[in-house]
């Protein structure tokens, strides 16, 4: 019989030992007693600095008596489920289907699209990966902004210069899917049981190139420079094809809106042309730097430095009112701060880190929600002004230029001027400046009172190793397309909202999951059977998020 055990715990270094051996250990016998053993999860527990372990899920076969036997506290003995094959038949009558952009989303609507025999063709408005990579290089070294080639343009997304997590909230069955699909196409197969599933920016990128080879070797086709300029519309107001920005029309069944959180020119168009939007919530604030061995020691106590740790994040919220909080966001534990402007400008930063985590710096969004009602107006498109009038400031207190305003926490938190900063990850340069001229007052109420509460939490997080760079805006999308049980817009039939952008996730993970809903969407519309293992009803607007 197959079992799944969970919650068993395990000491550093103890899985050395072998995962049949800790299963002999727990319920007795030999470890040959025990066969196809399969990890997983695993996770730390990491809640006392004196005894950190690990927490592991296994599957396994055996004709021993398990059940009655005692397990530790917090372990649990269970039947495994079994595995569930994501085949589908192809459709009689593919559609002609175009996914704008080769985000998460757009990527995963496209592979699962084939899996039903329908070739889409993809549209992205930056370059492929090679060109986009020298592009950013560009910025990140010399200070020069490709509008259309940059952290958030370009060939796999906005993900494609992030920490590359996978780990999400969302609890949908085609997560599996997901994951499998990063490891078939390069990523350390460790994604698939770990808690908190890291791919990192240098393998996502190859990861990118793979998936689109293999989506091209099954019928799709991949466009890039190819901005989205207009919806083509029949009679009926229905969508009925794609304007590019060179002129050229591609007709289509359905189209499928998956360009990310900063095509802003996309949502001024959709505006434009009447299609069903709102204001969404975000959040706006900081990146806050501090060196990796800091939050190691913090998080780790007397554990840090052992060889079976990662590199130690954190997940740190100050609940200061009923209206708002300040919380980290997306920690990056051994990344870096980068630059990822996407209009002239403007100045925008996030976190990055590659497969290893080894910069030796530890990064965090550190934002405060930006609620409907701070937006200044009702205009359906006001969270995204208000993005670009601070993401101008940053720029200005950078003096013009495409490095970064920065200041020490220290300095901060006292409303001095910094001088000397603190070492940092982020290119090209840094700026001393005054945050406060390009944070709006809300937030800054927000994040100064937090900073020592957390610090009180995680030991260090305010000394003088502490830094603090402007902007982090991008945080979500500022709108919300709306869309009905079938995914289409609810004002455009045609039009599949799709992703981040759209208004409908929050990371790598949630956003390919939607990708892959959209998808069975168009392919039950054409005739396929509802493919009950990914079929979860979901509420009307209801957002996915990952951090």
Request: hydrophobic share 40%.
């Amino acid at each position: 019989m197959r079992h799944l055990l969970t919650n068993l715990p395990v000491e550093l270094g103890a899985e050395a030992r072998g995962w049949t051996a800790l299963l002999a250990e727990t319920f007795g016998g030999r470890p040959e007693d025990y066969r196809a053993v399969v990890l997983e999860r695993k996770s730390l527990d990491a809640r006392h600095k004196g005894n950190i372990r690990f927490l592991v899920a296994l599957g396994f076969d055996t004709d021993r008596e398990v059940a009655r036997v005692m397990l530790p506290p917090g372990a649990r003995l269970e039947p495994a489920l079994p595995e569930v094959s994501c085949t589908v038949a192809p459709v009689a009558a593919p559609p002609r289907v175009v996914v704008v952009g080769s985000g998460p989303a757009g990527t995963f609507c496209a592979l699962r699209l084939l899996d039903y025999g329908i070739a889409p063709i993809v549209l992205e408005r930056g370059p492929d990966m090679s060109e986009r990579v020298r592009t950013v290089n560009i910025l990140w070294n010399d200070g020069v902004l490709d509008p259309e080639a940059n952290a958030q343009f370009g060939e796999g997304g906005a993900g494609t210069f992030s920490d590359g997590k996978l780990v999400t909230r969302i609890g949908h069955p085609a997560i599996r899917y997901v994951l499998e699909a990063f490891v078939r196409f390069g990523a350390d197969p460790r994604v698939r049981y770990l808690a908190k599933p890291h791919v990192g920016t240098d393998v996502i990128r190859k990861c990118s190139v793979l998936i689109r080879r293999e989506a091209e070797r099954r019928g799709a086709q991949y466009r890039f420079r190819s901005r989205l300029e207009d919806l083509v519309l029949d009679a009926e107001g229905r969508v009925a094809g794609a304007r590019l920005a060179s002129g050229e029309e591609i007709p289509c069944d359905a189209l499928v809106l998956a360009p990310g959180h900063s095509a802003r020119d996309t949502f001024e168009m959709l505006h434009r042309r009447g299609v069903a939007l709102r204001p969404k919530a975000f959040a706006m604030g900081v990146r806050v730097e501090h060196p990796q061995e800091l939050v190691d020691k913090a998080q780790y106590g007397p554990s840090a430095g052992h060889p079976s740790l990662f590199p130690a994040d954190y997940k740190l919220v100050c609940n200061l009112s009923t209206a708002r909080a300040a919380y980290s966001f997306c920690m990056c534990p051994g990344g870096e701060v980068i630059q990822c402007a996407s209009e002239p400008g403007g100045v925008v930063v996030n976190g990055m880190s590659n497969a290893r985590r080894d910069s030796g710096f530890a990064n965090s969004g550190l934002v405060a929600k930006v609620n409907t009602s701070d937006f200044g107006s009702d205009h359906p498109l006001a969270g995204m002004h208000l993005q670009r009038t601070w993401e101008q400031a940053a720029f200005r207190a950078a003096r013009e230029s495409y490095g970064a305003p920065a200041m020490s926490v220290q300095d901060f938190l006292k409303g001095r001027p910094s001088g000397q900063l603190p070492r940092s990850s982020f290119r090209p340069f840094l700026v001393p400046a005054d945050l406060a001229t390009c944070l709006p007052d809300f937030v800054q109420d927000q994040l100064r009172p937090a900073l020592p509460e957390f610090d009180r939490k995680l030991r260090g997080f305010t000394s003088r190793e502490a830094l603090l760079i402007a902007l982090e805006s991008r945080t979500s999308s500022p709108i919300q397309l709306l869309r009905g049980e079938d995914g289409q817009s609810v004002s455009h039939p045609g039009l599949y909202p799709c992703g981040e952008g759209a208004g409908f996730a929050g990371g790598i993970t949630s956003a390919a999951v939607d990708g892959i809903r959209v998808a069975e969407w168009i392919a039950r519309k054409a005739g396929a059977p509802v493919f009950e293992p990914f079929e979860r009803r979901v509420k009307a607007g209801e957002v996915a998020t990952d951090y």
